[in-house]
């Protein structure tokens, strides 16, 4: 048996074991599992194997997958190639962080407490917001936590959500929501952004809130302005999904009067891991903070007057309120938060704004090389990020084929979640990309067809 | 001894970075031509500014004080903290599973499916059930996907059914769980014996029954015994069984959740299947289901036919996504590897093991302390202290003077059916040493309860920081640190 090495126990031991248990064999240990319940067999599964034989085959499997390491990606859509620098690994491979739990003995988890603690406050000082938490699972199930929330609150049962929102996290809300008998209506788009015309019709005072996406899925920076002013005057809230990295450069929710912001964190130091595990962050106002879902670190100190941190405030959990709990959540994505974390330690208020900076100058350098290709069109007129989309003479899993062969992982499909999009691909250009690699993709796109 | 730590935001200088950028190869342009002002960020950033080596020392800082399996004998009831093999962390790491993207072309990530395709297999025999989803990422997350689709399938036989029963004993997301799902939470009592009250439960079951939520082993430690019969009168009032599988480590290769008569199973890939909890997470909330549930699984799931793997979205009864993606993919690539290095005797000698550990050390310890349910225990069991209550002494001082001793202590006041409850897991991984060790020291301080209560109520003694003032924090909410308060 290979993962002996798992099991201390000695059958020596194992047998002085038993008798002090007062049993005589292993089976009297089962005792009260009913005969008729009992497995009469062994389990049929594949012969164990030793670690070396076990790493052999994972890394078989593993080769048969392309990755943004062996290749070009140009590939986005909500996970994104972003460096991760070695300091990230080392503190998230420290084993007293991702062999604990849940720090519910505060006195011996000071380490994972003060690391999510300090995580809270980068979270609150990137969107402006008064409060975080220390993680929901990923982008699309915060931002439905984040609807849920608003329904409690302003006590509605139906939320707007903004056709320029990730398409798998208007699916994951459209589940959430009506599971909830809560409903989900779609607000439709023009030229790649919010029709904010036509959103204004639809806020009424049975609206608990919007949500909006910025970047929203095409890349674009919509205009925000004037939004969350005419839902407050509803009483409705303004929730925003925002990427992380855009923030250093970009106008923070917080700038436009956000009540919730809920968003993705994966290129905060985490990589792609074929999409998970993610990193749902969230944070919202002071006022909204005893709805909020999942686990809150705040400070508070020992009777000698020490600092310390502990879970607080929560009587919003499952383990004190069960039914009546905020939300269900128990686990969350703690260590993909400390990556976060350290990302952001290691980057700093300047390494942050370098990577916007540069996702910024590159993508808009691809987007002008690609636009002066003659058949090729940049599909919407706003103001991009590291996102834009682009009609291609031809069907996008051909062009994604043709880009395989020069070892380019091509962008994102936009036709099945966008049939009114015909032959349009969503490109990515993070600060990962060379000049030279940009150059390659435009290459290939001239060549095709 | 005691010190705190400062936070990474009063260290550092203005100026320094722990990591730099290539130079922007690109021709650069104004960035007010790219992004107009009005669009521009106008708060300040204030992060920490260090060198890499000051966000090392700081981290490591931390690690030291932090208590993880690695570090020490982590026996927290129904949370399952055994050993994590290291060899998982390198096959999670490997670049075709941590740097795939889960929106390539199914062409090129036939590896990735092929694991989840040969890993859905395995967990398919090991529970007994007929399709498994690997998109929920938690055992809460689990228990919603689960709970989606039990009201889904009574929808689809135009059954309103709004009600779903939780044993008192059940773990706190069950109800949370029931209620986020839309559902009416009803409990169901324990009997004297620890087990469901089976003529409560038939009383409560009926037409709007939608299904019973069942941990079995439950959170006592204690085999369901009459779970057939459960099992027969819930289906008989037309609900369905739910198994939540955060004891699944008690039972496998001798009795599956499939063969006790459950239609839903969720199982923790981060307790049974030994993939590290991460301080709170990542984990995974896998969930299989019985035939009659197979149309209402989440979307996708993983295909195969002759040529290739794919993921199938073609499934018109389903509930939906729940997930951006494809849930904790690096998680199940851990919790296969450990299922490939285990094989069928490997993992039932796994549960063998949790239960002699679990009935040794009870063994051990109810001279010491109250054991409510004295009987044959699972892979957990619970102790009161109620007799050390009576001296002032209660649970949660005897889980901080465990804390002096280098020990996590067990769960404490849960389940909710015991009077100061102590919840011990040992895990399968601990050896006879450490448990002898452990049962020392309860037996320790049990004696200093009664003769020294004062030493027991002051704990910890030795930690870097005391008890902690938790009302203080929840009243005066401080989340976060500003410079304006320092």
């Not at chain 2, 085999?223 to 699944?248: K, M, R, S, T």
Request: charged share 20%; proline share 5%; with cysteine.
């Amino acid at each position: 048996m290979s993962g002996r090495h798992y099991l201390p126990l000695t059958d020596a031991e194992r047998k002085e074991m038993l008798s002090a248990a007062g049993a005589a064999t292993v089976e009297d240990l089962f005792a009260d599992i009913p005969a008729n319940v009992r497995l009469q067999r062994e389990m049929n599964l594949p012969p164990a194997l030793a670690e070396r034989e076990a790493l052999l085959h994972l890394a078989a499997l593993a080769g048969r997958n392309k990755n943004s390491i062996d290749c070009i990606s140009f590939l986005g859509a909500g996970i994104y190639d972003h460096f991760t620098p070695s300091a990230v690994k080392h503190v998230t491979g420290r084993s007293e962080f991702y062999t604990s739990y849940t720090p519910y003995q505060a006195e011996i988890s000071q380490g994972v407490l003060q690391a999510i603690f300090e995580y809270q406050t980068m979270i609150c000082e990137l969107t402006g917001m008064d409060v975080a938490n220390a993680s929901l699972y990923d982008g699309a199930t915060a931002l439905a936590e984040g609807a849920i929330m608003a329904c409690g609150s302003t006590r509605r049962e139906k939320v707007l959500v903004s056709r320029t929102v990730n398409p798998f996290y208007r699916q994951v809300l459209g589940t959430y929501l009506s599971s909830r008998g809560l409903q989900l209506e779609e607000v439709p788009m023009l030229d790649g952004e919010t029709d904010l015309i036509k959103l204004e019709g639809l806020i009424g005072s049975d609206i608990a809130a919007f949500i909006l996406q910025r970047p929203n899925f095409f890349g674009i920076l919509e205009n925000v302005d004037k939004v969350a002013d005419i839902l407050h005057a509803k009483g409705a809230l303004l929730i925003m999904s925002v990427d992380p990295l855009s923030l250093p450069l970009v106008g923070a929710p917080a700038e436009y009067g956000a009540d919730i912001v809920a968003g993705e964190g994966q290129g905060l130091g985490n990589s792609p891991s074929f999409g998970g595990p993610l990193l749902g962050f969230f944070a919202s106002t002071d006022k909204l903070i005893r709805r909020m879902p999942g686990r809150i670190v705040g400070e508070t100190v020992d009777k000698e007057g020490n600092r310390g941190f502990v879970l607080t405030l929560q009587t919003r959990e499952q383990h004190i309120r069960r039914e009546r709990a905020t939300s269900n959540i128990c686990s969350n994505q703690a260590l993909n938060a400390l990556a976060a974390a350290v990302y952001m330690a290691c980057l700093g208020p300047e390494g942050m704004k370098e990577v916007a900076f540069q996702c910024l100058q590159k993508s808009a350098y691809a987007r002008e090389k690609i636009s002066s290709l003659g058949n090729y069109s940049i599909a919407f007129n706003g103001t991009h990020f590291k996102e834009f989309a682009v009609k291609v003479p031809g069907g996008a899993r051909a062009l994604n084929a043709e880009l395989l062969k020069s070892n380019i992982l091509g962008g994102f499909d936009l036709t099945p979640y966008y049939p009114e999009l015909k032959n349009t691909i969503l490109f990515c250009v993070t600060e990962n990309r060379t000049k030279e690699e940009i150059d390659m993709l435009v290459r290939v796109l001239e060549g095709w067809r | 001894m005691r010190k705190h730590k400062e936070l990474l935001f009063e260290m550092g200088r203005a100026g320094r970075r722990g990591y730099s950028l290539p130079a922007c190869d690109v021709p650069v342009k104004p960035v007010s031509e790219l992004l107009p002002a009005s669009m521009q960020r106008k708060l300040p950033l204030d992060l920490p500014e260090l060198s890499e080596g000051e966000v090392m020392r700081h981290y490591t800082a931390l690690s030291t004080r932090n208590h993880g399996v690695d570090s020490g004998f982590y026996p927290l009831g129904s949370c399952t903290m055994k050993y994590n093999p290291k060899v998982n962390e390198e096959a999670a790491a490997l670049a075709g599973f941590a740097f795939a993207h889960p929106c390539q072309d199914e062409s090129t990530v036939q590896g990735a499916l092929e694991l989840l395709f040969k890993a859905e297999e395995s967990l398919k025999e090991i529970t007994g059930m007929d399709r498994i989803t690997f998109q929920p990422v938690a055992g809460a997350h689990g228990e919603l996907t689960g709970l989606m689709m039990i009201g889904a399938y009574h929808r689809s036989r135009n059954e309103n059914r709004n009600k779903v029963l939780v044993p008192d004993s059940a773990h706190g997301t069950n109800p949370a769980t029931a209620a986020m799902a839309g559902f009416e939470v009803v409990q169901i009592p324990s009997d004297d014996r620890g087990l469901v009250d089976i003529r409560a439960l038939k009383e409560a079951l009926g037409s709007d029954t939608a299904a019973l939520m069942l941990t079995n082993p439950n959170t006592l430690g204690l085999f369901e015994e009459e779970i057939l019969e459960i099992a027969a009168a819930v289906h008989e009032a037309g609900g369905l069984l739910y198994y939540d599988g955060a004891n699944l480590n008690a039972v496998m290769g001798y009795a599956r959740p499939g063969d006790m008569g459950f239609d839903v199973v969720h199982l923790n890939l981060h307790k049974t299947f030994s993939t590290p909890h991460g301080g709170g997470g990542p984990g995974s909330g896998t969930v299989g289901v019985k035939e009659k549930l197979v149309p209402f699984l989440p979307l996708p799931l993983v295909g195969r036919n002759e040529e290739r793997y794919y993921f199938d979205y073609d499934r018109p009864a389903s509930i939906g996504k729940i997930h951006s993606f494809h849930g904790n993919f690096g998680v199940v690539v851990k919790a296969y590897t450990y299922i490939c290095m285990m094989g069928s005797s490997g993992l039932k000698q796994v549960s063998a093991d949790a239960v002699l550990n679990a009935n040794y050390l009870m063994s051990r310890l109810k001279s010491s302390y109250n054991l409510p349910y004295d009987r044959l225990c699972k892979h957990e069991f619970v102790l009161s202290a109620r007799e050390q209550k009576k001296n002032g002494v209660s649970a949660s001082d005897i889980a901080k003077a465990l804390l002096d001793f280098g020990y996590h202590p067990p769960t404490v006041y849960f389940p909710l059916v015991v009077e100061e409850a102590l919840m011990i897991e040992p895990t399968e991984t601990e050896s006879k040493e450490t448990l002898d060790s452990f049962a020392g020291v309860m037996e320790k301080i049990a004696c200093l309860a009664r003769d020294n209560p004062a030493r027991v109520k002051e704990a910890p003694h030795t930690t870097v920081v005391g008890r902690l003032d938790e009302v203080r924090a929840a009243r005066q909410p401080r989340v976060r640190w500003r410079r304006s308060d320092s």
